[in-house]
């Protein structure tokens, strides 16, 4: 197929799509496949890593902002000792 | 001429900044102190500090207990609202911060809320706090 390719000029157009679309094929072929094999293992397995990493960015991002607040939040609880 | 205005404008002055002085020494620790009734709540445990920065009930509710808590979680919100702005932060950020803080703050014998949600009584130990906490 290489050589023809390289040699054979007035098909090359036509072979080129013919490849890419095979190429298509292929990853069509193993998403269907890498499908099944999820629904048959299950989904749980699928939705699990997704969930935790959005919940650490918040702990990591919120306990940056907590520790920039820190100073002002404890003197603006001195100086309104009466709600505290 | 010129000195008797000086001297009236000088005596307005000070007569001005000791109206003020005396008028602010008597303010201050009126707004600094706790209301008595939820000093008293507090100390007697019915009220506690909750993580996310305001007070709650910790037993069971009374109507006093909730004007108390609403009055005192309604000025904390003005507050945190207004400090979070000046901050370039939320307020609910501003408020957790301040619930670190608060829960920190607190004395031996007062109810303050720990991460599972559970009510604590506080110790001479450190409180059980958020791990976000400083």
Redesign the interface.
Known sequence: MRTRELTDHEGRATTRSMQGMAGMNGLKISAVAGLASLALSGCVTVEAPTEPIVIELNVNIRQEVIYRLAEDAGNTIEENADIF | MGDFMTKRFTRAALFGAAFALAFGGIMAPA?????PAYASARAAGQIGEKMDGYIGIVGSETAELRRIVND?NI??RA??SQ?AQ??N?TLE??A???G???IL?TSPGEKYQAPDGSWQTRTSAPPMRD????
């Open positions: 707004s600094a102190q706790r209301d005192i000025k904390r507050v945190y400090r000046a901050n932060a950020e501003y957790l911060t301040a670190c803080q608060a703050a791990s976000r906490c400083p």
